[in-house]
C-alpha cells in the first residue's frame, strides 16, 4: 500500500501542480509505473473544475462558469498537457523532417501552428462543454478528464518512444510497465462514465479508440513513435472527442 501511494503521489507531482509531501523521492521507475494513475489523476483535475462550475452556475450563467471551470483545470495541471498540443502542432505542422519537428518541439517559444491549434482547441472544448445540459457538465468534466488520460498510457503499452535524449522529462514514462499498469488505468478511466447515458460509452470509446490508433500511425509515421508532446496532444483531442460525443448523444 505504501508503494503504490508513493506511484499516486509521484503522478499527483509530476502531472498536476498540487503540492505533495517534500520528503518524496523521485525515480524514473516510480514516474513509468505512475503511469497506472494518470486517470485517476483525471478524476481530481475534472473533479475540482466540476466543483468550480457547480459553485459558479449557482451565480453565473453557464457559459462563464464553464470558461472559469476550464481556466480552473489548465491552472491546477500547469497547462501541462496544453503546453503539449500546442508544441505538437508547431511541431508536426512546420516540420518536414523527423529532426525539424524535434527542434521545433524543443523550442520554448509557441508559434502560428501552436497559436491556431489552442484557439481551436478550447475554443471546441468550450462550446462543447457549454452545449451539454447543465446537470451533466460537472459529470462529463470528471469523466472527460479521466478517458481521455487512458489514451496515452494506450500509446506508451503499444508504440516506441522516438526521442533518444537522455535528458527529456518524459523519457521515464517512454517505457511499458506492467500489464497490472494498463488494466488498472482502463477501470479508473472507465468508471465515471458508467454513471453517463450508456450511449456515451458505445460512442466515445470506438471514437477514441479511433483516433488513437489514426494518431499512433500519423506519428509512428513522421518521427517513428512518440514523444511527451504527443501525449499530451492526444490527451486533448481525446478530451474534446469525448465531449462531441457527449453532447451527440444528447442531441
Known amino acids: 500500500m505504501k508503494k503504490q501511494i508513493q506511484l499516486f503521489l509521484t503522478a499527483l507531482m509530476f502531472y498536476t501542480r498540487i503540492p505533495v509531501p517534500s520528503g518524496l523521492q523521485y525515480s524514473p521507475e516510480r514516474l513509468n509505473r505512475s503511469t497506472r494513475y494518470l486517470p485517476l489523476i483525471g478524476w481530481i483535475v475534472g473533479g475540482i473544475g466540476a466543483a468550480v462550475f457547480y459553485g459558479l452556475v449557482q451565480i453565473f450563467p453557464v457559459q462563464i462558469s464553464v470558461f472559469l471551470s476550464m481556466l ?39 508559434g502560428t501552428y501552436g497559436s491556431v491549434g489552442l484557439i481551436g482547441m478550447l475554443g471546441t472544448k468550450f462550446l462543447a462543454l457549454q452545449s451539454i445540459p447543465a446537470y451533466l457538465i460537472p459529470l462529463a468534466l470528471i469523466a472527460g478528464h479521466a478517458f481521455s488520460r487512458l489514451m496515452p498510457v494506450l500509446i506508451i503499452f503499444t508504440s516506441w518512444y522516438s526521442r533518444e535524449d537522455e535528458l527529456s522529462k518524459s523519457k521515464p514514462i517512454g517505457k511499458k510497465g506492467k500489464n497490472s499498469d494498463l488494466i488498472l488505468a482502463i477501470l479508473f478511466a472507465i468508471a465515471p462514465i458508467a454513471f453517463l447515458p450508456w450511449k456515451v460509452m458505445a460512442v466515445a470509446i470506438p471514437a477514441a479508440l479511433s483516433l488513437t490508433f489514426v494518431f499512433k500511425k500519423y506519428t509512428e509515421r513522421k518521427i517513428g513513435g512518440y514523444t511527451g508532446d504527443c501525449l499530451g496532444a492526444l490527451q486533448q483531442l481525446t478530451e474534446v472527442l469525448f465531449y462531441l460525443c457527449l453532447l451527440g448523444v444528447q442531441a
Not at 501541462?80 to 523527423?98: I, L, M, P, S
Request: aromatic share 16%; net charge negative; with cysteine.
Open 72 to 110: 480552473a483545470t489548465i491552472l491546477l495541471t500547469g497547462a501541462f498537457h496544453e503546453d503539449g498540443f500546442a508544441d505538437f502542432c508547431d511541431g508536426f505542422g512546420g516540420g518536414y523532417t523527423r529532426e525539424k519537428i524535434f527542434t521545433i518541439m524543443k523550442d520554448s517559444r509557441i
